[in-house]
T-cell receptor, first 113, second 113 residues
Framework: DQQVKQNSPSLSVQEGRISILNCDYT??????FLWYKKYPAEGPTFLIS?????DKNEDGRFTVFLNKSAKHLSLHIVPSQPGDSAVYFC????????????FGQGTTLQVKP | DAGITQSPRHKVTETGTPVTLRCHQT?????MYWYRQDPGHGLRLIHY???????DKGEVSDGYSVSRSKTEDFLLTLESATSSQTSVYFC????????????FGSGTRLTVV
């Protein structure tokens, strides 16, 4: 049973428009949520995170929203750029101090010029 | 990937042979992790380490072992490689804090024929 799910394998948007990537989770004990971005032949890189005590965190063009009652988070990219084309993973951190992250399956975003 | 390197970057091996992948860090981080990335599954934790000689299993540990004799090195061994272990393997390091999560290596693409 997957504790973190990204149900959309792929998403295609036009340059300049908004990209919305979604993620659902099942464990209410997660205390942090993170988004990673991955280009081909590279390791994932950290993009943005949000604490479970907040409902929004913004960093430039990237905003993450957290809806705890629905156990749902989303990443908004505005405006989308062709360089944003990558695989995006959401991840959740438990309350232990081992730092373990549980990842979703990933969503491939294509931003068309 | 600054401060963390994986070797080799690519490897082809035969079924039944042992294989060792190496992760080396220069950040002196306490926590190190091995993940595998497969289509439709995202990133799944194989093993992790929370200090020298301290390791624990992740969700897909069968067929894998790890060792950490020095802070900077974390080795992943496939005891007898199988075709199901064909994958991209990522090492990650962390201070254990959740805010920024992990720093990932560039990955090792392993093919078992």
């Amino acid at each position: 049973d997957q504790q973190v799910k990204q149900n959309s394998p792929s998403l295609s948007v036009q340059e300049g428009r908004i990209s919305i990537l979604n993620c659902d989770y099942t464990n209410s004990m997660f205390d942090y949520f993170l988004w990673y971005k991955k280009y081909p032949a590279e390791g994932p890189t950290f993009l943005i995170s949000i604490s479970s005590i907040k409902d929004k965190n913004e960093d430039g063009r990237f905003t993450v929203f957290l809806n705890k009652s629905a156990k749902h988070l989303s990443l908004h990219i505005v405006p989308s750029q062709p360089g944003d084309s990558a695989v995006y993973f959401c991840a959740a951190h438990g309350s232990s101090n081992t730092g373990k992250l549980i990842f979703g399956q990933g969503t491939t975003l294509q931003v068309k010029p | 990937d600054a401060g963390i390197t994986q070797s080799p970057r690519h490897k082809v091996t035969e079924t039944g042979t042992p294989v060792t992948l190496r992760c080396h860090q220069t950040e002196n981080h306490r926590y190190m992790y091995w993940y595998r990335q497969d289509p439709g599954h995202g990133l799944r934790l194989i093993h992790y380490s929370y200090g020298v000689k301290d390791t624990d299993k992740g969700e897909v540990s069968d067929g894998y072992s790890v060792s950490r004799s020095k802070t900077e090195d974390f080795l992943l061994t496939l005891e007898s490689a199988t075709s199901s272990q064909t994958s991209v393997y990522f090492c990650a390091i962390s201070t254990g804090g959740a805010v920024y999560g992990y720093t990932f290596g560039s990955g090792t693409r392993l093919t078992v024929v």
